[in-house]
């Protein structure tokens, strides 16, 4: 049984095996024949680009989706999920990459929503409420039950969601990106109560993007790559190298700032900008930031989450209203401008949330791409299929986005070239500013050093590009300028040559050991 | 996003790929593109097969012309409905704005006094067509701005102006109908049977009004920006608004197109009775609503296309008026109407979300179903119901 897997220590060791599972969608091969397997008490991390057939993988064992085929082996015997509902009685949850929780209910019912707790006189909503209380108190996140899920800002929705994987006592616990939109303190958190779960002889498999943190909490590593596994190894024995020299089968960075030629003029200027909190008008979520690009010039803004980093852009994009403060485009006040004029004017925004802000799903990746210069190839009352053709054809060469062509769903594309759509369809407006919000968050590396590199070679040729991060190791990649938020102001800026942990020390977070 | 769209984007959806891409990369047919609108074409020759075998009478030259232009009046109603829809809005006042350009019409047809001058003015036909269209565009603009600037929910807004722009067509007339609207030679106003009474080669102008308007929807779907700006901001407003799309305008333009094809379908209606009834329309909304969904199109807005929504159409005023001809009691046909929208409504449920299931469900269903379900009102039984 369990013959394939050279590296697992016991068979007895073994609660949640893929027998050779095959998924197919239409012709792709998600998952080519995996043999996998989760270990009682431990975290199996599994890692592999974007598109590598994890999340699949994971859909599978947790019976989101049945395998075209191959088997599922649960304690030695051979199941079938009907449902997820099959699966979580069982004692196997799942938490989505993609948040799958109900803005409009509250973080009580959302933790309980379909297995709510029911007394004599129906819901039993304090039992509920005393429970969700304490797990929120175990994820030492200062979050009321009551509290409307649609307030929470992105980082705390995550929380929520794994306050609901954990309500349910499983025995095998799959995250699949659970720390995308955390900061350090709670991933810290996480981690622990992470421990506590292993320590209780829960299983649990890890999928991050983050590798050096998932290694933190790794006891086997499992690397997928184009549907396949390709190594499997105790954690012990590994390190950050391996994974990333087995993910992309080749080593890589991040890239460095581009040199060799001289910055222009201020392209963006912002000055003393503040915006207001949307919910408490006499609150600054950025207050009175001023910051100067220069044509050629790579910023990076880091900051923990709630720092006003994406409120900044934002604003700047005229996403949001200014409460103070101006804009200011080559010398030119954009403050009240609307988005379609900024965008005409060369500044443009790529959204922190591709799913929900920056893709049309509904239109195919050509479109997608074309949508924002669309009126670059209006010929008299028409679109010129030909010019659009050419600047998609043009798009999709240029920012290596991998897809069957223009015509392709957006869906059928992995998040790192949804991504790269996204800021393809920025770059055919041939800005002279471009805000990134988090342009690498949920994608591999292999993507983000593509997204980078892009980045840097438009920046060479006179693009002025302000992105913002919440991962230190990318503000040392390609940025000249580091710029430290937190609390709705510049708390520090730094050069190239700066460190991991003077920039981490600015934003107010702790220093990871 | 939750799990359950993103499996619908990667199982290879035939509908979501076909419906959105008329245009720009479909060079070549294929086979997703046929089941989908195979769904709603199946249907009609279904249809056609079951009542020319049940009537002799219904597969007929005459017939076929005749239920054309009932077809027409549900097939611009649809048009402008789809556009709405495409938004991801709905219009509800599509049927009264019908009855009030009819209205409006006629009103003008037997003479406007101007009481300060002491004349009675008998404009000429185009004037009033074009009157006739300007107040549908005007209640166009009130349904839209009252949604996209006022934030009303549009199945509010436009269910409020269901009830005023009835409530006008009925006083204007005090609850009565026009029935004089040939116009006379030596007042100059001859001319509006033209519209929609008088046809062409035998087939009724009507007919004709509504394939050029579909060729015009149809064309500025596939081949304007706006076109496009509708797909999108229907699709996903937020991103669309963040590309530097004018989604309020969209939105505005979107409620416009919809006032007139409604105004354009009044006057014809009006024509071919030769009559204004200021009831005319009554619940056509629905069934230019269940057009567009048969026809393939999703309620949540950027999926769509007019082919669809001419089909739709057919389906349902082919129907409907092969229940007359075989004789089925009209209060028959009111349960029917009600059960298509439903029936339609389900389908595509089936279409957009259980699709990685099986095929067969969304495949086969209309087949079935559109012999023992029917139809909507049929246009012969407004004609008398004037109050």
Known sequence: ?513 | MTNANKEDNMTGSDEGRTAVKPGLFSNGFSLGKILLEGRAFLALIVIIVVFSLLSPDYFTFHNLVTMSSHVSIYALLAIGMLLVILNGGIDLSVGSTLGLSGIIAGYLMNGVNLKAMGITMFPAVWVVVIVACAVGALIGVINGVLISRFKVAPFVATLGMLYVVRGVALLITNGLTYNNLEGKPELGNTGFDWLGFNSLASIPIGVYVMVIVAIIGSIVLNRTVFGRWLYASGGNERAAELSGVPVKKVKVWVYVASGVCSAIAGIILSSELTSASPTAGNSYELTAIAAVVIGGASLMGGRGNIRGTLLGAFVIGFLSDGLVIIGISSYWQTVFTGAVIVFAVLLNAVQYRGRRKKQKPSATPPTTTSSNLAPPPSAPELEKTAG
Not at chain 1, 153 to 180: F, H, K, N
Not at chain 1, 385 to 413: F, H, M, P, Y
């Open chain 1, 1 to 513: 049984m369990t013959d394939q897997s050279s590296d697992a220590p016991t068979v007895a060791d073994v609660v949640l095996s893929a027998r050779d599972v095959v998924k197919t969608y239409g012709g792709t091969h998600a998952l080519k024949g995996v043999n996998f397997d989760i270990h009682r008490g431990s975290v199996t991390t599994l890692f592999g680009e974007n598109g590598a057939g994890k999340s699949t993988l994971m859909k599978i064992l947790s019976g989101v989706e049945s395998p075209t085929s191959g088997e599922i082996v649960l304690d030695g015997e051979t199941v079938t999920f009907a449902s997820t509902v099959d699966a979580r009685d069982r004692g196997i949850s799942i938490i989505h990459q993609e948040l799958s929780l109900a803005p409009n209910l509250n973080v009580r019912d959302n933790i309980f929503m379909g297995r709510e707790l029911t007394g004599a006189s129906g819901v039993d909503y304090a039992e509920e409420a005393r429970q969700a209380r304490q797990l929120m108190a175990e994820l030492e996140e200062r979050i009321d039950p009551l509290t409307l899920v649609a307030d929470l800002r992105l980082g705390q929705q995550q929380i929520v969601e794994i306050a609901r994987a954990l309500s349910v006592d499983s025995r095998i616990l799959i995250m699949d990106e659970p720390t995308s939109a955390l900061s350090a303190t709670e991933v810290d958190v996480l981690f622990r109560v992470i421990h506590d779960l292993k320590a209780k002889g829960v299983s649990i498999v890890y999928i991050s993007h983050h590798l050096e943190e998932a290694l933190q909490i790794t006891d086997y590593a499992v690397v997928l790559r184009d549907g396949a596994i390709v190594a499997t190894a105790d954690a012990r024995d590994i390190d950050l190298d391996w994974i990333v020299r087995n993910m992309v089968g080749a080593g890589f960075n991040l890239g460095e700032p581009p040199t060799g030629y001289e910055f222009g003029d201020v392209a963006l200027h912002i000055d003393q900008l503040r915006v207001a909190d949307a919910e408490n008008q006499d609150r600054s979520v950025v207050d009175g930031v001023s910051l100067q690009v220069r044509a050629g010039e790579i910023v990076c803004i880091y900051g923990l989450m709630g720092a006003g980093r994406t409120e900044m852009l934002e604003a700047a994009a005229g996403r949001v209203p200014i409460a103070g403060g101006r804009v200011l485009l080559k010398g030119q006040d954009v403050s009240h401008r609307t988005i379609a004029e900024r965008i005409a004017a060369g500044l443009c925004l790529v959204p922190e949330d591709r799913q929900r802000d920056g893709l049309v799903q509904t239109m195919t990746v050509g479109r997608n791409l074309s949508l924002a210069s669309i009126l670059s190839f209006v010929r008299g009352l028409f679109l010129s299929r030909r010019n659009e053709q050419e600047l998609v054809d043009e798009s999709i060469r240029d920012v290596r986005v991998k897809t069957s062509g223009g015509g392709a769903e957006i869906g059928s594309l992995s998040g790192g070239n949804q991504q790269k759509v996204v800021i393809g369809k920025m770059l055919a407006t041939n800005p002279e500013v471009i805000l990134l919000d988090e342009p690498s968050r949920g994608i591999d590396v292999g993507a983000k050093a593509e997204v980078f590199r892009l980045l840097a070679e438009r920046a060479a040729r006179g693009l002025a590009v302000v992105y913002s991060t919440s991962e230190v190791g990318e503000c040392l990649s390609i940025a000249h300028r580091i710029v430290v938020m937190s609390r709705g102001r510049i708390s520090a800026e730094f050069g190239a040559d700066t460190t991991k942990e003077q920039i981490m020390a600015a934003s107010g977070e702790a220093v990871v050991a």
